[in-house]
C-alpha cells in the first residue's frame, strides 16, 4: 500500500506543491521510523503519512479544506482502504479545523474518526515533527511555524492554537512508546 500511496501523493503534489511533495516525503520517512511501535500497521501508516496532504492539489481542492479533499480523492477516484482514507481525512486534529470552517458534521458522517488512538498518534507525531520542507523538528517549533505562517487571527491560526494541546497530548504518547521500545 505504502508503494502505491507514494506514487500517488508524488503524481499529484511534486510539480504544483514541491515543498508540499518534500514535505509528505519526510513524514513518510518519520512513519517509517515507526515501524516497531505500531507492528502491523506500518504499511498503512507510511501510506498514511504520504498522502496526507494530497487534497491540497489544485485539481483536488473542491472544499478548501485538504483533509476532506483528499479523503474523497482516495475515496471515489481510488478506492483506496477505508482506514487509510480515515486516516487522511482526520489527520492532525483535523476536526478542529473542520469545525473551523463549518464542515465538522460532514467530516463526520464521511469519515469518521478511526478507533485505533495508537495509529492516530502516530499520523499526527509524523505530520507535526516535520518541517515544509521535510526535516525532523520538535513539535514545538513545528506548532510555532504554522502559526506565523499563517497568522494568529486567521482560521488556520485558531485552528492551530486550539489543536495544540491535543497534538502536543499525541506526540508525547508517541514519544513515550518510542521510549518504551527495547534498544
Not at 508503494?3 to 520517512?29: D, I, M, N, T
Not at 498514511?48 to 483528499?70: K, Q, S
Amino acid at each position: 500500500m505504502a508503494k502505491w500511496a507514494c506514487s500517488v501523493a508524488e503524481a499529484e503534489l511534486r510539480e504544483p506543491f514541491p515543498h508540499r511533495w518534500a514535505h509528505s516525503q519526510g513524514v513518510a520517512r518519520r512513519a517509517a521510523e515507526l515501524a516497531e511501535v505500531v507492528g502491523d500497521e506500518a504499511d498503512l501508516l507510511i501510506a498514511a503519512a504520504v498522502l496526507h496532504d494530497v487534497g491540497y492539489a489544485p485539481r483536488l481542492a473542491i472544499t478548501g479544506f485538504h483533509p476532506l479533499d483528499g479523503a474523497r480523492f482516495l475515496r471515489d477516484i481510488h478506492a483506496a482502504d477505508e482506514r487509510l482514507v480515515r486516516l487522511v481525512a482526520n489527520h492532525s486534529s483535523a476536526l478542529l479545523e473542520a469545525d473551523e470552517r463549518g464542515l465538522r458534521a460532514v467530516l463526520e458522517e464521511e469519515f469518521p474518526l478511526l478507533d485505533d488512538q495508537h495509529l492516530v498518534d502516530a499520523l499526527v507525531y509524523c505530520d507535526m515533527t516535520t518541517t515544509p520542507d521535510g526535516k525532523v523538528t520538535p513539535v514545538d517549533a513545528r506548532l510555532a511555524e504554522i502559526a506565523s505562517r499563517y497568522g494568529s487571527k486567521s482560521l488556520v491560526g485558531r485552528f492551530i492554537r486550539r489543536a495544540s494541546p491535543d497534538i502536543i497530548a499525541a506526540v508525547s504518547r508517541v514519544e513515550a512508546a518510542l521510549a518504551a521500545q527495547p534498544r
